[in-house]
Each structure stands twice: as C-alpha cells, then as structure tokens.
Nanobody, 122 residues
C-alpha cells in the first residue's frame, strides 16, 4: 500500500505559475512511476506528466515546455513528486491528481491522491 498526500494548487492568473507536490509513503520501494493527471469539468481524466524511477519523463503535448515534473526519492520513507507549472492558461484549470504505479512480483498497483484544484482565471 502507498499513501499519497498532495499539496499546492489554488488560484492563479493566466501566465502565472504554481507548484504541486505529492508525498508518497508506505511501500515506496515498489514504485515504478509517479505522475500527475488532471480532470476538467465535463472531461475525462488525462495524463499530464509522468516520471519513472529511472528519471525518464513523459508529458502531454498540451503542457510540454510549460510544465516540469521532478521527483525526490533520496529519503528512505518518503518519496516526493513535484509538478512545476509555468505559463498557465485558462484551459489548465482542473483538479490535478497525483498517481503512483507500483510493481511487486506479478502484482501491480495504482494509487491516487485526493486531488488538488487549480484555477487559472483573471
């Protein structure tokens, strides 16, 4: 089991910046990838960015060049994934969910945070 605690989010004007954080605890050594998804009203949840334990990153086309995902896995008990969001646009408004994918032997797991609201508005 992995527990996720998100922080960050809020209201920002277009062109502004925000940073989301997600602290993972529990069975963190089974983590294969950490990432962020978002869901806007009336739309399906979509992948924003993902980073593997090896540091390989993947971004949605809509955020590439504006968002940066990073992680801190130096601690033995807590790993943290960040999403730095710059040049925010109205269409970035959504609830952002932290996601962790784990692998242990033949078993995989998907864990979600509670979500952080990001509102981009003037």
């Amino acid at each position: 089991q992995v527990q996720l605690v998100e922080s960050g989010g809020g209201l920002v004007q277009p062109g502004g910046s925000l940073r989301l954080s997600c602290a993972a605890s529990g069975s963190i050594f089974n983590i294969n990838a950490m990432g962020w998804y978002r869901q806007a009203p009336g739309k399906e949840r979509e992948l924003v960015a993902r980073i593997s334990t090896g540091g390989v990153t993947h971004y949605a086309d809509s955020v590439r060049g504006r968002f940066t995902i990073s992680r801190d896995n130096a601690k033995n008990t807590v790993w943290t994934v960040y999403l730095q969001m710059n040049s925010l646009k109205h269409e970035d408004t959504a609830v952002y969910y932290c996601n962790v994918y784990t692998i242990s032997g033949d078993t995989s797991g998907n864990y979600w945070g509670r979500g952080a609201q990001v509102n981009v508005s003037s």
